[in-house]
């Protein structure tokens, strides 16, 4: 690809946006095509009805402030593509974007002459060029988001993960998950890998079984908020939130920027995750880096505010 807007047209011309392709088969072969490069670095994997993108924003902050060069895959972007991958709080360039998808040309190619069901979907091929970035940049850890589910979503395509994560349970894209809950949270548990600490922002008794139960049977331990780490809300105040955070750790009077009562559950769930995977690493969370990190997270477009011509703007994509 020489140019940005030549690689951005091919992306969402050749491999069509919003066409859903579930199953894992396609990215594998792609991934074992390009040498697998997502099993250069540990990866926390996180999913949910609500909140994964807060989360997976949170935890990404709070892996950098601690000196570890972290990648960030999300989606959907709001402004740009490069959004969606992202190392230590930088876009990936429009340079990058370019190279990535010029040596992923052969790999697609062959993969396209084998016909429709085998040519890889724009999510599958964005998600194997964020595993090929991270790999070049060194990354030492990865944060990567669910696009859609879990079980089958092409971000499972990872063979183990440091922390499993499930932010929440709702009904959402029941025709293809399922047109219950507890339908939705078997297929989001799907996620979860043999002995992966699994963190949890669900509350409700009967979903919590579901993954209770899934952890269990692959010797995976689970921390629930709630039960096994919390918040309180103290105060809150457009771009300054105040709680107290009991966990593995207990710090109190944290600030956080993202606004609403629900980023501080998120927030929770995201301290826990960090917990969890530096328990597995053997690394200790500083406080002064942690407290630092909380007020500079930066997530567009979730309630976000500004002021224009004297005005407060609101801005949010929920």
Known sequence: MKTYSEAIHYLYNSRPYGKIK???F??????????????????????????KGSVASIVRTLFTSHGLKAGLNIS???TTFRERIQVDGEYISE???CRILESMEPALKKMDEKGEEYAPSFFEVVTAMSFLYFKQLACDIVVLEVGLGGRFD???VISSSLVSVI???????TGILGDSEEKIAVEKCGIIKVNSPVVSGITRPAIRRVVSETAKSMGSPTFFIGKDFNAYGREYKLDSNVFDYEGTNVYYDLIT?????????????????????????????????????????????RFEVFSVLSKT?????A
């Open 22 to 24: 579930y199953g894992l």
């Open 26 to 51: 396609r990215i594998r072969e792609l991934l074992e095509r390009l040498g697998n490069p997502q099993e250069s670095y540990p990866i926390v994997h996180i999913t949910g009805t609500n909140g």
């Open 76 to 78: 959907p972007h709001i």
């Open 95 to 97: 340079d990058a974007v």
């Open 154 to 156: 092409a971000s499972n």
């Open 167 to 173: 932010t929440s349970i709702g009904l959402d894209h």
């Open 257 to 301: 920027n993202l606004n609403g009562e629900h980023q501080v559950a998120n927030a929770a769930v995201a301290l826990k995750t960090v917990e969890a995977a530096f328990d597995r690493v053997g690394k200790s969370v500083d406080e002064n880096r942690l407290r630092k990190a909380l007020k500079n997270v930066i997530w567009p477009g």
């Open 313 to 317: 703007v609101i801005l949010d994509g």
